[in-house]
C-alpha cells in the first residue's frame, strides 16, 4: 500500500499569497469606488489663467480680490497687480456648472479690494464689481459704464480707455487730468463719482 503524499507547501504557500493579492486588489477597488462616490461631479468649467511673463512679484505687486458667486472655492484670493478676472476665476477652481460665464468680462484687469461676483445663468449680474460702492472704477468700468458719468460721452469715454490701454491703470484719479478732454472743471464733477 503506497503513501498518499501529503499537501505541497509551496502551493498552500502560492494559493495564501494569490488570496492576499486578491484582498488588495479588491480593497483598492473599494476605496477607489468610494472616492468616486464621495468627489462632487458635475460639468464644472476650470478656467486656465492669463498667460503673463513670469516674474517675481514685489510686495507692491499682490493684490486681494474677493470672488463669490458661481465659482467652486468662493473666497479672498491673493492675485498680482496686472491679473484679469480669468486670473480670479481660475484662483477660484473654475466655474460652477451653473455658472454663466458670459455674465463676467474675463478679459479686463481686477483691482486690490475688488469683489466679482460670478452669476449664475439667468441671474442678472451684479452692476459693476467697483472696490468703492457706487463709484466707477476707472481701471476695470467699460465704455457704458464711463458714459454714465456727467460730461462724460462716448468720445470721453473711448480717450478714458484708450489712456488705460497706453498707460496702464490708474494710480490715482488725478490721473485723469492727464486724459485727452479732461480739463479741471470736468476732473472737479468727476472726482467724487470716481475711484482706483
Known sequence: MS???????????????????LVLVLGGLGIAVFVTAITPHGSSQVIAPSTRATEVPTVADVIYVHILGQVMRPGLYELHDGDRAVDAV??????TQTADPGGLNLARLV??????????VGEVPAAGSAS??????????DAAALDTLPGVGPATAAKIIAWRQQNGRFSSVEDLLDVGGIGQSKFESLRDLVTV
Do not use: C, M, Y
Open 3 to 21: 503513501a498518499t503524499p501529503g499537501p505541497d507547501p509551496r502551493r498552500a504557500r502560492a494559493r495564501r499569497w494569490a488570496g492576499v493579492a
Open 90 to 95: 481660475a484662483a477660484a477652481g473654475g466655474f
Open 111 to 120: 483691482s486690490d479690494g475688488e469683489q466679482i461676483v460670478v452669476p449664475a
Open 132 to 141: 468703492v460702492p457706487g463709484k466707477v472704477n476707472l481701471n476695470t468700468a
